[in-house]
Every structure is written in structure tokens, then in C-alpha cells.
T-cell receptor
Framework: GDSVTQTEGQVALSEEDFLTIHCNYS??????LFWYVQYPGEGPQFLFR???DKEKGSSRGFEATYNKETTSFHLQKASVQESDSAVYYC?????????????WGLGTSLVVNP | EAAVTQSPRNKVAVTGGKVTLSCNQT?????MYWYRQDTGHGLRLIHY???????EKGDIPDGYKASRPSQENFSLILELATPSQTSVYFC?????????????FGPGTRLTVL
């Protein structure tokens, strides 16, 4: 079945470090891929999405490129800040008839130290 | 501003008691979702709805019922609460967009079953 794998459970960085959080998916066709961010005490927030091969999604300095060949959608940011500390979720959009639902990765906790 | 609200924000219940979690959205979205979030499991889909009067089982529906009396409101009902249902519950809404639609989340309800 459709699935999303996030390799890292937790990532610890210092401010201004380069961030990569890995996301791989398993699904047929060209599903939409999403990144969400969840700050402590809040619900997840949509970060961005991509829906076709080689498309780049981006928001707030974060970006990811849809790669059909490697079935990946890795999240990157060039220079992280302490305020980026949060849990990041990769998700896959699947059709259910004329509607949809999301298949979620387990999340990656990012801790950025000052 | 469009929003998803949940009530209560915190709830302590006794084993065997009935618990109702409420969700209201002003996004005018057809789709609504209930998730639970637990360490090590990420977000898991309990029930969802494609419109008023409809409910569908998600990935972990056992022990839960759902009710969608109107476009705006979606409730999650635990008829006989158990300690294993202690968790943080999130409601979300989303548009009908065949797998491409983002979901908008509420702030969550922390439920403790003693």
C-alpha cells in the first residue's frame, strides 16, 4: 500500500547549519507530496506541496523537490534558526473516490541550538 | 480568518465514561478528519467525513464513533473510554481536490483517561 518513510526521528543542529530531512514514498502514479510543520502545543501547519516530477515546493526558506526516480521529497533549508525547532511531517495525498486523504510519515523532530 | 477550533482543549475522563470531542470549521470545506497523535506513531486517522451526514472509517476506528451533523461541525465520540485512548486528538478540514488539497488543523485536545 501507499506509505511514507522519514528516515530521521530526530535531528539536532546549530543555528546557521544546513538542514536535510529525508522523505521517501511508495505509491503509484504521481501523488501529491506535502511537508507540514508542527510547533509545540499547536496543530500541524501546511508548509508546501508538489505534485509532479521535478517540481520544487518552497516556503519560509524551506524547499523540497519531487523526484519520481528516487521516490523522494527531501526537505532542505540552507541556514536554520532556533525558531525552526519543530516537528516536520512528510505526507502523501491519495485519492479515495472523488475525495482524498493524507498518508503521513512518523515525523522528524528538529532541535536547533543557539 | 478561516479557522478550525476544537473543544474542550483538555479533558480528563474516567474509564468506561463517555467522551465527546467537538470540532468546528469556518473554512466551508467539505472534508473533515479526526486524528490522534502519539509518540512513535505520528498522526493516525480515526474517522473522516466528506460532507454533512457522512462518516467514514479511517485507519484506527475501533472504539470511536464520529458524527457530522452539519458542514461546520464534526464530533468524535468515545462511548466507553479506555486508558489506551489517552492521547492528543486533532481535527482538520480540507477541500475536495482529489489528493492535492492541504488540510487545516485545529489546536488539538489533550485527553487523559484514568
Amino acid at each position: 500500500g501507499d506509505s511514507v518513510t522519514q528516515t530521521e526521528g530526530q535531528v539536532a543542529l546549530s543555528e546557521e547549519d544546513f538542514l536535510t530531512i529525508h522523505c521517501n514514498y511508495s505509491a503509484s502514479g504521481y501523488p501529491a507530496l506535502f511537508w507540514y510543520v508542527q510547533y509545540p502545543g499547536e496543530g500541524p501547519q501546511f508548509l508546501f506541496r508538489a505534485s509532479r516530477d521535478k517540481e520544487k515546493g518552497s516556503s519560509r526558506g524551506f524547499e523540497a523537490t519531487y523526484n519520481k526516480e528516487t521516490t523522494s521529497f527531501h526537505l532542505q533549508k540552507a541556514s536554520v534558526q532556533e525558531s525552526d525547532s519543530a516537528v516536520y511531517y512528510c505526507a502523501l495525498g491519495v485519492n479515495v473516490g472523488d475525495n482524498s486523504k493524507l498518508i503521513w510519515g512518523l515525523g522528524t523532530s528538529l532541535v536547533v541550538n543557539p | 480568518e478561516a479557522a478550525v477550533t476544537q473543544s474542550p482543549r483538555n479533558k480528563v475522563a474516567v474509564t468506561g465514561g463517555k467522551v465527546t470531542l467537538s470540532c468546528n470549521q469556518t473554512n466551508n470545506h467539505n472534508n473533515m478528519y479526526w486524528y490522534r497523535q502519539d509518540t512513535g506513531h505520528g498522526l493516525r486517522l480515526i474517522h473522516y467525513s466528506y460532507g454533512a451526514g457522512s462518516t467514514e472509517k479511517g485507519d484506527i476506528p475501533d472504539g470511536y464513533k464520529a458524527s457530522r451533523p452539519s458542514q461546520e461541525n464534526f464530533s468524535l465520540i468515545l462511548e466507553l473510554a479506555t486508558p489506551s485512548q489517552t492521547s492528543v486528538y486533532f481535527c482538520a478540514s480540507g477541500d475536495v481536490d482529489r489528493g492535492y488539497a492541504e488540510q487545516f488543523f485545529g489546536p488539538g485536545t489533550r485527553l487523559t483517561v484514568l
